[in-house]
C-alpha cells in the first residue's frame, strides 16, 4: 500500500458490495463520494457515513455523463462498481444489461479522462469465463460468455484495459467470483447465501437444483473491499486479477453449514438441475496473492456468522 490516494469516487457506492468498499475506504480516511440511482442500492448502507459527513452522495446514473463528470471532480480514483447483475436479469432485460454495463463503464472512462483521474479499479466478474473448461480457473482461461451479462462485463473490463493502453489511465481488473456478505439482501434475483437465508428465516425447506454435489468459490464482501483498496494503492500497473478464496465447497455443505449456524433445520429439498448450471467452480487466486500480496482471510464459517447475524437483524 504504497500510494497516498485520499480522494475516491465508488459508483454503486450503496449497493451490497460498494458499500462494503465505502466502510473501508471511510476507515482508512479517504474522502468518499458515492454515484449511485438506487436502482438496486439501499441508501441506509450507507446513511451513517452521510450522516456523519464522511461520505458525500451524488444521485445519478452512469448512463447519464453529465451525473458522472460531475461526481468525477477532484477524485483520486475511481472504484467503479455500478452494474447491472446476474445472469437471468441480463436474460430478462439484454438492453438494460449493456447499457449500464458497457455505456456506463464508457462515461466513467471518459469523464476520468475529462477530469485527470488516473486510475480505476474496475469490479469485473468470472461470468465472463462461461462454460468451464477447468475446474480451477486462472486469468488466462477460455473466455467464452454464455449470457448478455457474461458478454457485456467481458467487454466492459476489455474496454478499461484499451483505455488503459491508449490514455494515461491506470486499470486494475477484479474478476469477482462468488461474493457474500453483510448488506447483501435477497432480490428477485438473489444469489444463493441470500436465498438459503431468506428460507431458514421463513421456516421454509432450502430448496437445491441438482443433488447438491457441485461446488462453489464464495469470497466475503469485507475480503472484496480489502481487495479494491490494495489493487488501488499498488505500485502495480494495468492488470487483470482473478478474486476469489482459492478453494469451494459442495451446495450440500453450504445448505446444511447455515441451517447449524443459524441453530434453525428446515430440511432440503431437491429439484431438478437447471440447464446450463457450472457444475464445479474454484478461482485460482495465486495472481492477487504474488502480485499484489492479497489473499483472502475470512474463512466461510466465520463469513456465514457474521451475515446470519445481520441478515437476521435486517431483513427478518
Known amino acids: 500500500?504504497?500510494?497516498?490516494?485520499?480522494?475516491?469516487?465508488?459508483?454503486?457506492?450503496?449497493?451490497?458490495?460498494?458499500?462494503?468498499?465505502?466502510?473501508?475506504?471511510?476507515?482508512?480516511?479517504?474522502?468518499?463520494?458515492?454515484?449511485?440511482?438506487?436502482?438496486?442500492?439501499?441508501?441506509?448502507?450507507?446513511?451513517?457515513?452521510?450522516?456523519?459527513?464522511?461520505?458525500?452522495?451524488?444521485?445519478?446514473?452512469?448512463?447519464?455523463?453529465?451525473?458522472?463528470?460531475?461526481?468525477?471532480?477532484n477524485v483520486d480514483v475511481v472504484f467503479h462498481l455500478a452494474a447491472s447483475v446476474g445472469r437471468q436479469r441480463s436474460l430478462d432485460h439484454p438492453q438494460l444489461d449493456s447499457s449500464v454495463n458497457l455505456i456506463g463503464t464508457v462515461n466513467v472512462l471518459e469523464a476520468m479522462k475529462k477530469c485527470g483521474v488516473h486510475r480505476i479499479v474496475y469490479s469485473s466478474s468470472a461470468a465472463m469465463f462461461g462454460e468451464l473448461v477447468t475446474p480451477t480457473i486462472d486469468e488466462n482461461h477460455p473466455q467464452n460468455a454464455d449470457s448478455p451479462y457474461g458478454v457485456s462485463k467481458l467487454a466492459a473490463e476489455k474496454m478499461v484495459l484499451a483505455y488503459a493502453g491508449i490514455y494515461d489511465i491506470t486499470g486494475v481488473c477484479l474478476r469477482y467470483f462468488n461474493i457474500y456478505g453483510v448488506n447483501q439482501r435477497f432480490d428477485l434475483y438473489g444469489n444463493v447465501i441470500p436465498i438459503f437465508a431468506k428460507r431458514i428465516f421463513s421456516g421454509e425447506p432450502i430448496t437445491i437444483y441438482g443433488d447438491g454435489m457441485q461446488t462453489r468459490d464464495f469470497v466475503n464482501a469485507q475480503d472484496v473491499a480489502l481487495a479494491n483498496l490494495v489493487a488501488s494503492q499498488s505500485r502495480h500497473g494495468t492488470d487483470v486479477y482473478n478474486l476469489g478464496c482459492g478453494y469451494s465447497v459442495t451446495i450440500n455443505w453450504l445448505a446444511e453449514t447455515m441451517q447449524k449456524i443459524a441453530g434453525i433445520n428446515v430440511g432440503i429439498q431437491y429439484a431438478p438441475e437447471r440447464p446450463a448450471d457450472v457444475k464445479h467452480c474454484k478461482a485460482n487466486a495465486a495472481k492477487a496473492a504474488d502480485i499484489l500480496g492479497f489473499k483472502a482471510k475470512i474463512s466461510l464459517e466465520d463469513g456465514l456468522a457474521q451475515y446470519l447475524d445481520w441478515y437476521k437483524l435486517n431483513c427478518v
Open 1 to 73: 500500500m504504497e500510494v497516498d490516494i485520499m480522494k475516491a469516487l465508488v459508483t454503486g457506492g450503496s449497493g451490497f458490495i460498494g458499500s462494503n468498499i465505502v466502510n473501508l475506504l471511510v476507515g482508512e480516511g479517504y474522502e468518499v463520494r458515492v454515484l449511485d440511482n438506487l436502482s438496486s442500492g439501499y441508501l441506509v448502507n450507507i446513511q451513517d457515513h452521510i450522516t456523519k459527513g464522511n461520505v458525500e452522495f451524488v444521485g445519478g446514473d452512469v448512463r447519464d455523463y453529465a451525473s458522472v463528470e460531475k461526481a468525477m471532480e
